[in-house]
């Protein structure tokens, strides 16, 4: 494994932790952020699709090992946001406006996409009324999360690269 | 060059798509891999929402309360609870009766565990971990409660910790009765801080009417669900349905009990002729 491996790795490790045992349980109004998605979008951003994918898969693959869901199914929203993201590849250190937007739109995929896997295994939790309380809050939360995750992320990779 | 990532995107998916598919299936082939990230990550979870708890405890907390005394005051808080719900409804008599009923221990045997972490799954979930497990006699399905009432019931059990679906999951499901009536039916989970009263026998429901576990393999009976907010108009069905609000404060738990399994020694006893 190359070293952004590793760093991406750990990256999707610290993501996992940290949103079970403290974003979740954040007293916020409605569903909690997804950092795990922002993680996955703010290294896209930075490192293509390919990067991007990847990324996804591993971190959805953990977060859903956690859960009481199948086995995948945040893995393939994650992957799609993951992609979604890497084609906007860009170096969004200095800009606020491209990564909230971008982890907007990543957000409303991971949502609808979600719920259309849930529909499709008939999963008694995929209600209108969660779908409409998900895409309320935790997309306007991953708008808000991702810019702020740019920074710590793209230090991250930066220190990987210059050990390169 | 250009279309290895869009080759890599159909592969991903593809291998996103076979895994759940196979992983709904009944006995998943992957219980052992999730057993091994709740055995590694279940410790660093403990560790890490301890600490997080510890500094939202250290900010709010006013009073010095060691674990103990916590929930020394919790298990009396319940069974207070419990016996002002039991008496509070109806009159004395017929409280006792249905408690005699309900064959309620006076007792339960908790195992005090801490939440560590919370699973959301994009708003879509609701289950909380615990740092209490296979090593702690804790088993897949045992209640889980706090002090004002059913919090869930363990789905998962790793050897350091466990899983807990939370009451207003809508996996959830128990057996339940209404603590004035006795009429017996079905509580369900339906969204945060919400569940579904649906009952199955002939009778009215009020609101204001507390929601009670009927007692199972899987639940103590007379454990409180929740308190009926509104009941759902019927046209001709025959079963009623009502709106629940969930009495345990879901979104905010530190501290709870595991009901741990208490087999039944003797027969069951008749009720006494009045």
Do not use: K
């Amino acid at each position: 494994m190359t070293a952004v491996g590793w760093a991406v790795g750990l990256l999707a490790v610290v993501a996992v932790v940290l949103q079970e045992t403290v974003v979740e349980r954040l007293p916020l109004p409605g569903a909690a952020p997804d950092l795990v998605l922002v993680v996955v979008v703010v290294v896209a951003l930075l490192r293509g699709p390919r990067t991007g994918v990847v990324t996804g898969f591993a971190a959805g693959l953990l977060a859903d090992l956690g859960s009481d869901h199948e086995l995948g199914r945040l893995a393939l929203v994650y992957v799609l946001a993951g992609f979604l993201a890497g084609l906007l590849e860009d170096d969004v250190r200095g800009s606020v406006v491209v990564p909230a937007v971008t982890g907007a739109v990543a957000a409303t995929v991971a949502v609808l996409g979600y719920a259309a896997v849930g529909v499709l295994l008939d999963d008694p939790r995929t209600t209108g009324g969660a779908l409409w309380r998900s895409l309320a809050s935790v997309v306007p939360y991953c708008a808000a999360l991702t810019p702020v995750v740019v920074p710590p992320v793209a230090a991250v990779l930066r220190r990987v690269d210059r050990r390169r | 060059m250009h279309d290895r990532p869009r080759l890599l995107l159909v592969a991903l998916l593809l291998a996103s798509i076979t895994l759940t598919a196979l992983d709904a299936r009944e006995g998943s082939p992957f219980d052992p891999l999730r057993r091994g990230v709740d055995a590694v990550l279940g410790p660093v979870d403990s560790a890490v929402g301890g600490a997080a708890s510890a500094v939202g405890e250290a900010v709010s907390a006013v009073g010095d309360l060691a674990d103990r005394d916590e929930f020394e005051r919790l298990r009396e808080e319940n069974a207070r609870l419990r016996r002002q719900l039991a008496e509070g409804e109806g009159d004395a008599r017929a409280a006792e009766q249905l408690r005699s009923l309900l064959g309620q221990a006076d007792e339960l045997r908790l195992l005090p565990a801490r939440v560590t972490a919370a699973g959301g799954a994009l708003g879509f979930e609701r289950t909380v971990t615990l740092d209490a497990g296979e090593r702690d006699g804790v088993r897949p399905g045992q209640s889980v409660v706090s002090a004002d009432g059913l919090v869930g019931r363990t789905v998962r059990v790793g050897p350091w910790t466990s899983t807990v679906l939370l009451v207003d999951d809508p996996e959830f499901g128990a057996g339940a009765r209404l603590a004035g009536t006795g009429a017996l039916g079905l509580a369900r989970g339906a969204g945060p801080g919400r569940a579904e009263w649906t009952q199955v026998e002939p009778g009215p429901v009020a609101e204001g009417e507390v929601v009670v576990t009927s007692g199972s393999d899987t639940f103590a009976p007379g454990l409180a669900i929740g308190r009926v907010r509104s009941v759902r108009p019927t046209a001709g069905g025959l079963t009623r349905t009502a709106v629940v609000d969930v009495l345990a404060d879901l979104g905010s738990l530190a501290l709870v009990g595991i009901v741990l399994d208490e087999a039944r020694s003797g027969p069951r006893q008749p009720l006494p002729t009045p």
